[in-house]
């Protein structure tokens, strides 16, 4: 019993520490968007903001000196939304398809995909250029998306794989016996066990879209067209003194939209784990 008690303790400080390790980023960038920036440059570390202070913020939403940041939050929602209802559509069709059905080349079809993940986006970026430059794609909204939901694809499509191949035939064909026709039965017994799949891969497009810089450098790369993470290099001065003040400012608002998305969904995570499969 003794030794139960040490490993729970032991196992409750690795967990203590990891979590303090994983938060503590977060909170040292909130806490430095509320400093001035020669308190984030000085010499002395300072973990709470001693010069409180709003000019940060201020900065970054209204200073008119600099690109505006509404728009280029408008170009991330955007982009991000629209990569992550395209790349669900399609990987959850050929999800299905590679794990209901057999057909020709289906194991090779499996193995392009992960092929194709393996290969990283920025060995097509010369390639992809030309491409979207040949389609008058480049700096549109339509283009970034286009490369953003080929470069999610792959992964959501194994992902789904794995969650389709997970739930047994047996209980769409205890719905038919039921009375249910096949899409019925698929609809109302399969699907809802699938949401949590749907969930998790939404939630990874949604972070690869949103955090997503140097495909979005390249393509958008026009002011106007530019996405939160391309607009927070603005504040970069090559010859000058960087503004990371307002940089912090900056990171801290663009993560907000990453945990409302996640509070909203974190909930159905496991909602349709067990739903639909049990009758009545």
């Not at 959850?92 to 079809?109: D, E, P, Q």
Request: one cysteine or more; aromatic letters at 12%.
């Amino acid at each position: 019993m003794t030794r139960r008690r040490i490993n729970s303790v032991v196992l409750s400080v690795v967990a203590v520490v990891v979590f303090v390790c994983s938060v503590f980023p977060v909170y040292w960038m909130v806490s430095s968007s509320f400093q001035p920036n020669n308190e984030i440059r000085g010499p002395e570390v300072h973990f709470w903001p001693e010069d409180f202070t709003l000019r940060n913020y201020e900065t970054v939403l209204v200073e008119p000196s600099r690109s505006p940041f509404l728009p280029a939050l408008g170009n991330s929602l955007t982009v991000t939304i629209l990569t992550i209802v395209v790349a669900l559509v399609f990987a959850f069709l050929a999800s299905l398809a590679v794990t209901r059905f057999r057909f020709k080349s289906r194991k090779l079809f499996i193995l392009t995909i992960l092929i194709v993940q393996m290969i990283p986006a920025e060995a097509m970026i010369v390639s992809t250029y030309r491409v979207l430059d040949s389609w008058s794609l480049l700096n549109t909204i339509g283009g970034l998306t286009l490369v953003y939901v080929a470069t999610v694809l792959p992964f959501t499509i194994w992902t789904l794989r794995g969650f389709v191949n997970g739930i047994p035939v047996d209980l769409e064909e205890a719905g038919m016996i039921d009375g249910l026709s096949r899409s019925g039965a698929f609809w109302r017994i399969t699907f809802p066990l699938l949401a949590p799949g749907l969930v998790a891969t939404g939630v990874f497009g949604f972070i690869q879209s949103w955090n997503e810089f140097l495909l979005a450098l390249v393509v958008n790369s026009r002011p106007e067209m530019m996405t939160l993470p391309v607009w927070l290099r603005t504040f970069q001065v090559a010859t000058g003194t960087t503004n990371w003040a307002a940089i912090m400012a900056g990171s801290t608002l663009m993560a907000i939209p990453v945990i409302v998305f996640f509070l909203i969904v974190q909930s159905r995570m496991t909602s349709g784990l067990v739903s639909g499969a049990v009758k009545g």
